[in-house]
T-cell receptor, first 108, second 118 residues
Framework: GQQLNQSPQSMFIQEGEDVSMNCTSS?????WLWYKQDPGEGPVLLIA?????ELTSNGRLTAQFGITRKDSFLNISASIPSDVGIYFC????????FGKGTKLTVNP | GAVVSQHPSWVICKSGTSVKIECRSL??????MFWYRQFPKQSLMLMAT?????????EQGVEKDKFLINHASLTLSTLTVTSAHPEDSSFYIC??????????????FGPGTRLTVT
């Protein structure tokens, strides 16, 4: 079945640093979406990408849909403490597949 | 917009009893709702996909007789955990989509329900 490899599994950074995480797959997806989950809550949609090569920003967040349609990355610039949480990628095609998440810890 | 609610937010029940969890899309019509289970420090595991008015499609390994899903309207889906056992204790999250497994695939998640079976 379709699987997503999301990396890194966890990150520990200082406030103000930039963050980069990515998802890769052996399968092609039509859409890539990025979510953030705070502890004890449901994920919240951050960015949705619909076209290969697309680069989209949402505030300090930037995500790109890989040109091969098999990968995507999410960057967070100038991290702040409230960026703490787990970030999930999701590939969309006839199946919706989630990555295993990247746990981000930001030290003030 | 795109708000999804879940009720209850947490529930404690005794082994052998059944528990119903509600998922509502408050400001849009959800043709498709998804039910997920999440164990601590793990990713979301899709349990089933339900389309309004149809039987739910369960993922491999999920017991359909144990996890009953009803999607009776475009704004409400319910998950009933029947004859609950301690191993069913988990965080259950629903999501709603107006496009389902068709583009643009965006899902809006509820806040989750923490189930503890004693």
């Amino acid at each position: 079945g379709q699987q997503l490899n999301q990396s890194p599994q966890s990150m520990f950074i200082q406030e103000g640093e930039d963050v980069s995480m990515n998802c890769t797959s052996s399968s092609i997806f039509n859409t890539w979406l990025w979510y953030k989950q705070d502890p004890g809550e449901g994920p919240v949609l951050l960015i949705a990408l619909y076209k290969a090569g697309e680069l989209t920003s949402n505030g300090r967040l930037t995500a790109q849909f890989g040109i091969t349609r098999k990968d995507s990355f999410l960057n967070i610039s100038a991290s702040i403490p409230s960026d703490v949480g787990i970030y999930f990628c999701q590939g969309g095609s006839e199946k919706l597949v989630f990555g295993k998440g990247t746990k981000l810890t930001v030290n003030p | 917009g795109a708000v999804v609610s879940q009720h209850p937010s947490w529930v404690i029940c005794k082994s052998g009893t059944s528990v119903k969890i509600e998922c509502r899309s408050l400001d849009f019509q959800a043709t498709t709702m998804f039910w997920y289970r999440q164990f601590p420090k793990q990713s979301l595991m899709l349990m089933a996909t339900s389309n309004e008015g149809s039987k739910a499609t369960y993922e491999q390994g999920v017991e359909k007789d144990k996890f009953l899903i009803n999607h009776a309207s475009l704004t409400l889906s319910t998950l009933t955990v029947t004859s609950a056992h301690p191993e069913d204790s988990s965080f259950y999250i629903c999501s709603a989509s107006s496009s389902g497994t068709f583009p643009p695939y965006e899902q809006y998640f509820g806040p989750g329900t923490r189930l503890t079976v004693t």
